[in-house]
């Protein structure tokens, strides 16, 4: 079991690139989040997948696009990156279950230049 | 509208005492709160969590507190190991929210040799 992998593990873009930040769980876990670490700003919540088919805005949704492809795989696109979009990005999923779990990937650190 | 707050940015500790971990929050429909513990360049990992129905979890050296009336919650670690040295966030769930996590923005535990 690899859990929840990330790719990249780094990159960096010019102002109004654009990406796609990928994420695959094994876990068969039917939920799936994205969130950004910033400096002294702890975890937020820029979108989620209850499951598969759906998407919802977490906290920080400005600026970027979410696509469920399967229950595995879960995308973050910036469509114009911004400086302001400098960050660590963390995939997570879920276990089903009132337990409420979540198991992250290792983050992707992406600089916008 | 900072729901869950981890007043202290860092901590330090000798090895072997006790590491005491704080947390408050604000949000009366929280119902479940996590620990996760992180190391530099990797992503979060589950350390401890309790239910709003119970008062205390114990894990081997890892004990989280809860205290409702208070809306504050401990993580304590006894005795403290070097491996220990990590940023420790708190995270709360609402009840009926969708699986959502709140964390607050971490507090560096450093445990010395």
């Known amino acids: 079991n690899a859990g929840v992998t990330q790719t990249p593990k780094f990159q960096v873009l010019k102002t109004g690139q654009s990406m796609t930040l990928q994420c695959a769980q094994d876990m068969n876990h039917n939920s799936m989040y994205w969130y950004r670490q910033d400096p002294g700003m702890g975890l937020r919540l820029i979108y989620y997948?209850?499951?598969?088919?759906?998407?919802d805005k977490g906290e920080v949704p400005n600026g970027y696009n979410v696509s469920r492809l399967n229950k595995r795989e879960f995308s973050l696109r910036l469509e114009s990156a911004a400086p302001s979009q400098t960050s660590v990005y963390f995939c997570?999923?879920?276990?089903?279950?009132?337990?409420?779990?979540?198991?992250f990937g290792p983050g992707t650190r992406l600089t916008v230049l | 509208d900072q729901q869950v707050k981890q007043n202290s940015p860092s901590l330090s500790v000798q090895e072997g005492r006790i590491s005491i971990l704080n947390c408050d929050y604000t949000n009366s429909m929280f119902d479940y709160f996590l620990w996760y513990k992180k190391y530099p360049a990797e992503g979060p990992t589950f350390l401890i969590s309790i239910s709003s129905i119970k008062d205390k979890n114990e894990d081997g050296r890892f004990t989280v507190f809860l205290n409702k009336s208070a809306k504050h919650l401990s993580l304590h670690i006894v005795p403290s190991q070097p491996g220990d040295s990590a940023v420790y966030f708190c995270a709360a769930r609402s009840g009926g929210s969708n699986y959502k996590l709140t964390f607050g923005k971490g507090t560096l535990l450093t445990v010395n040799p």
């Open positions: 997948s209850a499951s598969e088919g759906t998407t």
């Open positions: 997570a999923s879920r276990t089903s279950g009132y337990t409420d779990t979540q198991y």
